[in-house]
């Protein structure tokens, strides 16, 4: 009887490292697929996300070409998400504009806190095929925002639609959810 019992035991324990093993490569795998996931639908256009990332770069200009023939609407949201003590509203609901046209709208926004809070903006574009012609030279979201205590302010955007939009799409819903920013720990020598 005790020489069956140590072979169990150690058929156990390997069972246990196996288990463990494998939780351990499925957490460092669910870590690894969010800056995957996230890159793969900046490249592609999935899930709305754009691919701009802070604006016109020095020898580019804005689009020359403007498509007259057609007109695209373009509506505003904001979401505040749980934990960020701000309001935020678009102060334009939505433009009418030619694709290849700059245009620029403001969003506002409020620390309802008695303290500053940082907050950062994630943009959204619906349709989904709209998002790699949706271009941001200028945006609120490229950076995280610090607001006072009880601080209001207006968040500029200056973005185009490129002409290469389908025709068919008529109607773009560009969407910002703003989280609050992870805080800060201070370095041993006082700075953040």
């Not at 800056?35 to 020359?64: H, M, Q, W």
């Amino acid at each position: 009887m005790s020489e069956t019992a140590v072979p169990a035991r150690r058929d156990h324990g390997r069972l246990v490292g196996r288990l463990v093993l494998i939780v351990a490569a499925s957490a460092a795998f669910g870590i690894a697929l969010v800056p995957l996931y996230d890159t793969i639908c900046r490249v592609t256009g999935l899930n709305g996300k754009t691919f701009s990332a802070g604006g016109l770069a020095a020898d580019e200009k804005p689009l020359e070409r403007v498509d007259r023939s057609r007109l695209v609407k373009v509506e505003f949201t904001g979401t505040v998400m749980p934990g960020l003590p701000w309001e935020l509203r678009p102060l334009q609901n939505s433009v009418e504009l030619h694709p290849g046209e700059m245009q620029q709208v403001a969003f506002l926004v409020r620390n309802t806190a008695s303290e500053p809070v940082t907050g950062q903006a994630i943009p959204s574009v619906t349709p989904g095929q709209a998002a790699q012609h949706f271009h941001k030279i200028e945006c609120f979201c490229f950076n995280q925002q610090v607001l006072a205590p009880g601080e209001a302010r207006e968040m500029p955007l200056m973005f185009i639609v490129k002409p290469e939009l389908d025709a068919e799409v008529r109607t773009i819903t560009l969407s910002y959810a703003f989280f609050k920013a992870p805080e800060s720990t201070p370095r041993k020598d006082g700075r953040t």
